[in-house]
């Protein structure tokens, strides 16, 4: 059997708290209760700082809940660029800040003897074309020239023709949510508030202080607002909206086979192949990831397991898929995190994203930068990681490409027709529908119930696409996903999809669908 959740959530059981029912005065908000809010929260707390934790759904359920938990500095082919657009000095502050974070994450697991699964395993980028093996070359000259240990090997475990594979040492893979779970008690034991099913909507600064405001009702203020909500719940002037684009990939959790041989990998080709195995009760599962593309703009989102399944069967021999899921990041313009002042007029509105999939050493590193900044402390990847840079080489670039795209899907969505009736959706079917001559999705659930939406965006109405692997409507201009009945799953967007009625049909549905 196949779980729709993530294995992370299907091995533990995680605390529950209130939504937030009155107003409350602390010294820092943070909003979002993921991995960077969680971290952020519970480093705030040490020092003594009075925190509130919000959270738009449960802790733990966005990204971070859907990783594949590598903790590591090999974050695909990126130091070489880094040099490039950057220098030298900034790479390697790049490489420092994640592997202080590895180091913080592991000290914290054994001080405080966390049964998360930490292990240590070697971390390889592989090419399978003579090209890439190019790049890894390149790669390579740069580790050496930061002075990064690693090594350029001819092999990989596996039956698998590679042209090269660059290795780093001493990298690791854990359960991330039995670590953050124990975090969160630490967090609540010092005195820390967390609310679930809060959703932060705008900030309001008067004076000193600052508002969160939030859907329910009541705010919360504090001198500092932090959000590490995957994409900033507040934007502010800082136009992230046109700064960063979502990425979507696949994950399976399988029993196969042949035995996995150690170590976690990366392939540099496209489509993407990312493999690290995990303990789930007496069984070694292979969690196999990749076949990446910009939410709401791949193919029947379908193939991608079936592409991943393919990969696992000619590789391992695959017995079974336990789980599978699919996860999305931000990619800032410049592939560098955005962790700081949310703009320069508002220096105590910080913000953590753009992690690139790299989250469990970016978003540390951005809890230990963030937790300085509320502090007043120095911090050596300050301007690193500051939301207010902007090179002209390949930040100008990538904005005009980026949202290009954006006005392409925006014009692509509006011309769309089609000639797709409600009657002609079987069960667990959805599609792009033509209603009454307007554009409408529509999903016919496995008990035949139907369930239609309007398909524009409520971010900045760009049209939604199926997406037929995950059951839910993503947006290919920004990444807002929703679900089949119209829920915000993952923002920018705040509100659903407009609903429907099925009055509006008339007499256009079957007598087999119920309406």
């Known amino acids: 059997m196949t779980f729709p959740e993530p294995l992370w959530r299907d091995s533990i059981d995680l605390p529950a708290f209130k939504a937030l029912e009155e107003d409350v005065q602390v010294d820092a908000v943070i909003v979002g209760g993921g991995m960077a809010g969680i971290t952020t929260a519970y480093l705030l707390a040490k020092e003594g700082v009075k925190v509130a934790l919000l959270e738009a759904d449960t802790l733990l359920n966005g990204t971070t809940g859907h990783t594949t938990a590598k903790i590591t500095a090999q974050h695909d082919l990126i130091y070489d660029e880094l040099i490039q657009h950057f220098g030298a000095t900034k790479a390697r502050h790049y490489y420092e800040a994640n592997m202080a974070a590895k180091q913080f994450i592991e000290h914290t697991i054994r001080e405080q003897q966390i049964d998360c699964e930490l292990l240590t395993q070697d971390a390889y980028l592989y090419a399978t074309t003579e090209q890439s093996a190019h790049k890894l ?3 390579y000259k740069a580790y050496d020239q930061l002075g990064i240990t690693g090594e350029l090997v001819d092999s990989i475990p596996f039956d698998l023709k590679i042209y090269k594979a660059l290795k780093m040492d001493n990298q690791a893979q854990f359960h ?6 124990h975090l969160v008690q630490q967090f609540v034991e010092a005195g820390g508030l967390i609310f679930e099913h809060t959703p932060a909507v705008n900030v309001k600064e008067d004076g000193e202080q600052i508002a969160v405001l939030t859907r329910n009702g009541p705010n919360v203020t504090g001198s500092h607002v932090i959000a590490c909500s995957h994409f900033p719940f507040y934007e502010g002037t800082g136009l992230y909206s046109a700064r960063m684009h979502a990425d979507r990939s696949y994950v399976l959790a399988c029993k196969t086979k042949k035995p996995y041989p150690g170590g976690m990998y990366l392939s540099i080709d496209q489509p993407s192949r990312s493999l690290r195995s995990v303990q789930h009760g007496n069984d070694t599962l292979v969690l196999i990831g990749g076949d990446s593309h910009k939410a709401g703009q791949g193919e029947n989102t379908e193939t991608h397991y079936q592409a991943l399944e393919s990969f696992t069967q000619e590789l391992l021999g695959l017995e079974s898929i336990v789980f599978r899921w699919s996860t999305q990041d931000l990619v800032t313009l410049d592939k560098l995190p955005y962790v700081g002042p949310i703009t320069s007029s508002q220096p105590r509105v910080l913000i953590a994203t753009g992690f690139r999939k790299w989250g469990m050493t970016n978003s540390t590193a951005a809890a230990q930068l963030l937790k300085d900044l509320v502090l007043g402390k120095d911090n050596p990847y300050t301007d690193l990681y500051t939301p207010l840079r902007f090179t002209p080489d390949p930040s100008l670039k990538t904005l005009v490409k980026e949202n290009a795209n954006v006005v392409k ?13 409600p009657q002609d959706l079987a069960k667990d ?7 009454h001559g307007e554009r409408k999705g529509a999903y016919r659930d496995q008990e035949g119930q139907l369930h239609i939406v309007d398909t524009t965006c409520t971010h900045v109405g760009c049209e939604v696409n199926w997406n037929a692997g ?5 947006c290919p201009c920004h990444g807002s996903r929703f679900s089949y009945t119209g829920d915000v799953i993952e923002g920018p967007a705040e509100k659903p999809l407009q609903r429907t009625h099925y009055d509006m049909l008339d007499n256009l549905t079957s007598p087999e669908s119920g309406y």
């Not at 991330?176 to 779970?181: A, D, Q, T, V």
């Not at 899907?409 to 011309?415: E, M």
């Not at 079917?429 to 209603?435: P, S």
């Open 137 to 139: 070359e390149t790669e």
């Open 176 to 181: 991330p949510l039995k670590y953050l779970k």
């Open 409 to 421: 899907h925006l014009i692509k969505g509006k011309l769309e027709t089609s000639e797709i009736m």
């Open 429 to 435: 079917q959805g599609a792009v529908i033509t209603l």
């Open 470 to 474: 995950d059951r839910t409507w993503d």
